[in-house]
């Protein structure tokens, strides 16, 4: 606490190290953002090398690398060589080159993290984390537990803090080792000031000794820190803040030195020898920094450059197509970029659509055995709606074996010589022919397709815990309206318009989450499918919209879909809705869907070293399928292991592009949007989502071991919140590295279909929009609908680009190539 005569500050201390802890949410909530969000307000180069100097983070590729990527020719040499004259001058480009290419550098280091902390084991051989950390560690996850553990906490209703010191009071034994440390938990002065002021002294350091502490698990404090901030990150909540996790460690980290050093110890003020360098102070630029980061950006626009070049090859002649066959929306998720290319190719009269796969439904659900409530819209937004599952047909599966009873004695015996017998055999069953069961992670499962759903609000009176059960009329309209014009469908419907959200199926999967919709919050689609179509074909809604001048013809019907993009299976949902002679153009759509999904599977299975690509589409199918429910499988999918782009137009800007499953694809038109009001609605989404995506797998790739999660293999779940490696270890933020085994590391590249003057205004709109394209933590380009000339956003202005290549091959048929190639395939013309 700060006094009239002190320089500590608690609360700014608590805040800063909010700040810059790890930010991820429980697992059931595992949703793809920046892992360094700390460093946001700086320029990206800048913000990497600091993190990279305080932290000890390697936030780009080995110097080793990219230079074998120049070798190999993924990094060109005239775009190199574009990217020295851009950094450095015509005049230095040849100096420069010799230094990027040539040069020899040290590039180990020590980070400033640690360095004062570490001084007890220095001078005085005391390794405070191995004497701290495993049983801090074991009183965290059974204090935060959320059902893995057969005994609960033995004070659950209270505060961290006030349950442990209820422990001391009424337990026969206790935490600490030594009476000392006990007696001033108990009765002693614990605030952090003064439990500092017995470890260290100098309040000059007591903030540079807190972020050493906290930093040696920053797993743990940052979860601390987002369950005090977002309780309802725990169905089950605690009462639990980083203020209490610290005094504990303190108590500890006393209570370990008295231990070891006895009663006469002093504190750091009275021996430390040398100060370390301030944590947070300036960090100058190197040479070696201007070079790593010339070579990101060569690395970079060399695909970029690629890209563009194709866009600017692609004939973009908009053909209307007078008889649609059926039109459909999908997320704008990179995984639905191949199956869209599909419906397509095998369907020239159907049209498809991008859009955030909550399609602008912003509620939480309940299903109807459910006792939470879940949200399935963006973590940003703050829903006052609730949607309920009612009148389900079928019953959630249950398996024998996962019950409570299997934990005592007799009925543990018993299970265990019956029907753990037939466990064990189901399980050898399953090396060989993996099959679903109760215990997978399956999007079909969200929901029950033969269920209703409370959608419409018709009593405004039908509240829930401060939640509006459905939506009015008005607010449906609303929605409608946001979602088609968001996306250009404001005329020539088809008579079938499907919704299609996304889920996945996982087992033996802790970061399953990731693998669904992050639009619905780590969640599957399903429910947000069926709602915005029931709102859709509402024949109220219908009129209001009508009022308004967007007319949805009466023979106009949408409906709800799901993908599940593990196995690559779909279901549809409320199909006995549809008029007879909308129901057979149904039955003639599934067929189109399904051949496309058998497609879908084969392209993804050439990065799967367990399938052979050029087996026939049924069979490499059925391998998919097992592949998602195999017990034995780290990589079910590879997620987002690919993305690069973000594109944001019409169709005919991308239709006639092989982008090999890398781009998020957003429909907009900006004839629909002159001002840019629904620009602005999808970059404020798509800037932190979509960017948060990629950087999260930045990150993950080029250091996996502190940025990201190291290999699942060893991993534990901790108390259904985290993972950690073995039983003692810090849990494990970001991604592991079969996620990310693939991935090349490049900032997400926005391509916009408008004028750069209007897209200037909108990104300026929201200071956290802006800051994401000003500080280049994504790059931005814009192509102008009318002239198609492309501007690249630099330094708050958009400037004309020409891309050095003009030549992109043109391929008739992609599948030898899929056969035949895992790594990432350059951009296509497809003839």
């Known amino acids: 606490m700060k006094t009239h005569n002190s320089i500590f500050d608690e609360h700014h201390l608590l805040h800063e190290l909010k700040h810059y802890l790890p930010a991820q949410a429980p697992l059931k909530d595992f949703v793809h953002h920046n892992t360094l969000h700390s460093f946001q307000n700086l320029r990206f180069d800048k913000a990497l090398h600091k993190a990279s100097e305080l932290f000890g983070y390697k936030t780009l590729l080995s110097l080793d690398e990219y230079r074998s990527f120049y070798a190999s020719q993924r990094i060109r040499k005239d775009v190199l060589q574009r990217v020295i004259i851009q950094h450095k001058g015509a005049e230095l480009a040849a100096e420069w080159s010799q230094k990027v290419l ?8 020590q980070p400033r993290i640690g360095s004062l902390r570490a001084n007890w084991k220095k001078e005085h051989h005391v390794d405070l984390d191995s004497l701290v950390h495993p049983l801090l560690f074991r009183i965290l996850c059974s204090y935060l537990d959320q059902g893995i553990s057969i005994w609960n906490f033995p004070v659950r209703d209270k505060d961290f803090l006030s349950s442990m010191r209820e422990l001391e009071e009424t337990s026969f034994t206790s935490v600490f080792r030594t009476k000392a440390a006990k007696d001033l938990f108990r009765h002693g002065d614990c605030s952090i000031a003064s439990l500092l002021d017995k470890l260290v002294g100098d309040e000059s350091l007591y903030d540079q000794y807190l972020f050493d502490q906290q930093f040696a698990h920053s797993g ?14 725990l169905l089950d909540t605690r009462k639990i803040s980083l203020h209490d996790l610290i005094v504990f460690e303190l108590l500890l980290e006393i209570d370990a030195i008295n231990y070891q050093l006895g009663k006469d110890w002093a504190p750091m003020r009275s021996w430390l020898m040398h100060t370390p360098v ?3 102070a300036d960090v100058p630029d190197t040479e070696l920094s201007d070079v790593m980061t010339i ?9 970029y450059d690629q890209v563009i070049a194709g866009l600017e090859l692609e004939e973009r002649n908009e053909v209307r197509i007078p008889a649609k066959t059926f039109q459909a929306m999908f997320c704008i998720d990179d995984r639905e970029c191949s199956f869209r290319r599909y419906l397509e190719d095998l369907d020239h009269s159907c049209e498809t659509f991008g859009t955030p796969g909550f399609f602008g439904v912003d509620c939480f659900f309940q299903p109807e055995e459910g006792k939470y409530y879940t949200k399935i819209c963006p973590v940003p937004l703050s829903p006052k709606h609730l949607i309920k599952e009612i009148d389900s047909k079928n019953k959630r599966q249950r398996d024998l074996h996962f019950n409570k009873h299997a934990h005592s004695f007799h009925s543990g015996w018993l299970i265990s010589q019956t029907l753990g017998f037939w466990a064990a055999l189901r399980l050898f069953a399953n090396i060989f022919k993996p099959t679903m069961t109760p215990a997978a992670a399956s999007s079909f ?8 759903l409370t959608i419409e609000n018709e009593h405004p009176q039908d509240m829930e815990n401060g939640l509006q059960i459905g939506y009015s009329v008005d607010e449906m ?9 968001s996306i250009g469908l404001v005329e020539d419907f088809a008579s079938v318009v499907y919704v299609v959200g996304h889920g996945a199926s996982s087992v033996n999967n802790p970061h399953y989450a990731a693998y669904d919709c992050g639009a619905c919050s780590g969640r599957a689609g399903s429910v947000n499918a069926r709602a915005i179509s029931y709102m859709a074909n509402h024949a109220k809604v219908r009129a209001i919209l009508s009022a308004k001048g967007l007319t949805i013809p009466d023979t106009t019907q949408f409906i709800g879909a799901l993908h599940d993009t593990t196995r690559d299976e779909i279901a549809f949902f409320d199909e006995a809705s549809l008029t007879p002679e909308n129901f057979e153009k149904h039955k003639q759509n599934k067929r189109t869907f399904e051949t496309a999904l058998d497609y879908n599977a084969k392209e993804r299975s050439r990065r799967f070293e367990s399938i052979d690509s050029r087996a026939s589409l049924k069979r490499i199918h059925e391998k998919i399928r097992e592949r998602s429910v195999s017990l034995f499988e780290p990589r079910p999918e590879l997620n987002h292991a690919t993305n690069a782009l973000t ?9 006639g592009l092989f982008l090999d499953r890398r781009s998020f694809l957003n429909s907009y038109d900006y004839r629909v949007d002159p001002d840019g009001k629904y620009l602005f609605n999808i970059l404020k989404a798509a800037a932190p989502v979509c960017g948060g995506i990629n950087l999260e797998y930045f990150f993950s790739r080029v250091d996996n071991q502190q940025l990201g999660a190291g290999t699942k293999l060893p991993h534990n779940v901790m108390g259904l919140i985290g993972v950690a490696n073995g039983m003692d270890g810090d849990l494990r933020p970001g ?3 079969q996620m990310i085994e693939v991935h090349d590391p490049v900032r997400m590249f926005f391509i916009i279909e408008q004028f750069p003057d209007v897209v200037l205004d909108v990104i300026k709109q929201s200071s956290a929009t802006y800051e994401w394209f000003i500080n280049e933590w994504v790059h931005l380009v814009v192509v102008n609908p009318e002239t198609q000339k492309f501007f690249v956003f630099k330094e708050g202005a958009f400037t004309p680009y020409e891309p050095i290549i003009h030549h992109v091959d043109t391929i008739k048929n992609i599948a030898p190539l899929l056969e035949t190639h895992q790594e990432d395939l350059p951009v296509y013309l497809l003839s």
């Open 735 to 737: 991604l592991p590295s």
């Open 477 to 485: 309209a609303v929605r409608v309206e946001g979602l088609l014009k």
């Open 220 to 233: 743990w404090s940052g979860l601390v820190g987002v369950i005090e901030d977002l309780p309802q990150t």
């Open 295 to 303: 070579w990101q950006e060569a690395f970079e626009w060399s695909y």
């Open 445 to 452: 499962k969200h929901m029950d397709h033969l269920s209703k």
């Open 647 to 655: 594109i944001v137009g019409r169709r005919s800007l991308t239709k």
């Open 278 to 280: 301030p944590l947070f």
């Open 102 to 109: 040539n040069k020899p550098y040290t590039t180990a280091f």
